[in-house]
């Protein structure tokens, strides 16, 4: 059974920093290119950031260029998603997905909320 489980989300203050975690099982992780997205109420959900199976590549959305930085452990199966300078527009239930990169397979996670508050 796949599992992407995200975590560290929650309520932070503008300007700060948290940093998501999003553990994944059921799959040959390092088979995987990994994206992390968003979706704030009323809107669509968004990608974020994506980064490549060896962590050599990484794309951002503007919005979030030098602020964010993904990262991901092979040895540990785990994306993260370091957040640094909060701001109130970053509000929203971040997931992850994992995309097969020879294959059709991508799976998500649950979610995981964060909230930037002033």
């Known amino acids: 059974q796949v599992q992407l489980v995200e975590s560290g989300g929650g309520l932070v203050q503008l300007g700060g920093s948290l940093r998501l975690s999003c553990k994944a099982s059921?799959?040959?992780?390092?088979?995987?290119?990994m994206g992390w997205y968003r979706q704030a109420p009323g809107r669509q959900r968004e990608l974020v950031a994506t980064i490549t199976t060896s962590g050599g590549n990484t794309n951002y959305v503007d919005s979030v260029k030098g602020r964010f930085t993904i990262s991901r452990d092979n040895a540990k199966n785990t994306v993260y998603l370091q957040m640094n300078s909060l701001k109130a527009e970053d509000t929203a239930v971040y997931y992850c997905?994992?995309?097969?990169?020879?294959?059709?397979?991508?799976?998500w996670g649950q979610g995981t909320q964060v909230t930037v508050s002033s």
């Open positions: 059921g799959i040959n992780f390092m088979m995987y290119n």
């Open positions: 997905k994992a995309r097969r990169t020879d294959v059709y397979a991508e799976y």
